[in-house]
């Protein structure tokens, strides 16, 4: 029990598969975790086990939820259409309480496996406006799990680390590249089709285009 050890929430996308990259450069054994939520596009998981294997993790987990049991997404309800022009606001896009549920089950398999750091690609520049994507989102739950667990009560504290939370879309890419990361293996795409291919016009795939232009670097994206 002595290594370290780190629980990454692994999508398929850009920024988790950075996250890896660089939880990995600093020593952790990698245990990655994604969900099966009801999501549109489902061709993200098959890039996260991709990128998964690319990058030499401990174990992935797939956990099986039901989002789409509840709706309210353009990711989680097909009669939502998924916008392919900028809109102000938080974009229907948002998935109600998406990340606390998923950092909450990555906390409950961090207890077990030991591990006191938990990794997610949170992103607070080049992000879409979501409310749980804020860096006040991230200190509160870390708060919130040293509450909440055996291990925080007997001061084997978490942390919620967010590496990317200040970096824009072409930092975050150069660094990826510098770690390793291949980015042709991963899906941004909300409506990325069952082969993965990008749609090229959503909010995600204008971030994701956009960062590779800015760096500088050739886009990998497979379009449709």
Same mark, same amino acid.
């Given at each position: 029990?002595?290594? /370290?050890?780190?629980?990454?929430?692994?999508?398929?996308?850009?920024?988790s598969?950075?996250?890896?990259?660089?939880?990995?450069?600093?020593?952790?054994?990698?245990?990655?975790?994604?969900?099966?939520?009801?999501?549109?596009? *489902?061709?993200?998981?098959?890039?996260?086990e991709?990128?998964?294997?690319?990058l030499?993790?401990?174990?992935?987990?797939?956990?099986?939820?039901?989002?789409?049991?509840?709706?309210?997404?353009?990711?989680?309800?097909? #009669?939502?259409?998924?916008?392919?022009? +900028?809109?102000?606001?938080?974009?229907?896009?948002y998935? +109600?309480?998406?990340?606390?549920?998923?950092? #909450?089950?990555?906390?409950?398999?961090?207890?077990?496996?030991?591990? *006191?750091?938990?990794?997610?690609?949170?992103?607070?520049?080049?992000?879409?406006?979501?409310?749980?994507? *804020? +860096?006040?989102?991230?200190?509160?739950?870390?708060?919130?799990?040293?509450?909440?667990?055996?291990?925080g009560?007997?001061g084997?504290?978490?942390?919620?680390?967010? +590496?990317?939370?200040?970096?824009?879309?072409?930092?975050?890419?150069?660094?990826?590249i510098?770690?390793?990361?291949?980015?042709?293996?991963?899906?941004?795409?909300?409506?990325?089709?069952?082969?993965?291919?990008?749609?090229? /016009?959503?909010?995600?795939?204008?971030?994701?285009?956009?960062?590779?232009?800015?760096?500088?670097?050739?886009?990998p994206?497979?379009?449709?």
């Amino acid at each position: 029990m002595s290594e /370290k050890r780190a629980v990454i929430l692994l999508s398929g996308g850009l920024d988790s598969a950075t996250v890896v990259a660089l939880a990995r450069a600093e020593g952790y054994a990698c245990h990655t975790m994604s969900f099966d939520y009801g999501q549109r596009h *489902r061709a993200e998981l098959q890039a996260a086990e991709r990128v998964a294997r690319q990058l030499g993790v401990m174990e992935h987990k797939v956990i099986g939820l039901n989002l789409n049991g509840i709706g309210g997404s353009a990711l989680t309800d097909t #009669s939502i259409a998924v916008p392919e022009t +900028p809109g102000e606001g938080i974009p229907v896009t948002y998935v +109600p309480a998406r990340n606390t549920v998923f950092l #909450s089950l990555a906390l409950g398999w961090a207890e077990v496996l030991g591990a *006191r750091d938990i990794f997610i690609g949170v992103n607070a520049v080049d992000y879409s406006g979501y409310p749980d994507c *804020r +860096p006040e989102f991230i200190a509160a739950f870390e708060r919130m799990a040293n509450l909440a667990t055996k291990a925080g009560v007997e001061g084997q504290g978490f942390r919620i680390r967010a +590496p990317l939370q200040s970096l824009s879309k072409a930092q975050i890419i150069q660094a990826g590249i510098s770690h390793g990361v291949d980015y042709a293996l991963t899906v941004s795409c909300y409506q990325a089709d069952d082969q993965g291919r990008a749609c090229g /016009k959503c909010d995600s795939c204008r971030l994701r285009a956009a960062g590779f232009v800015a760096a500088g670097v050739p886009d990998p994206t497979h379009y449709a």
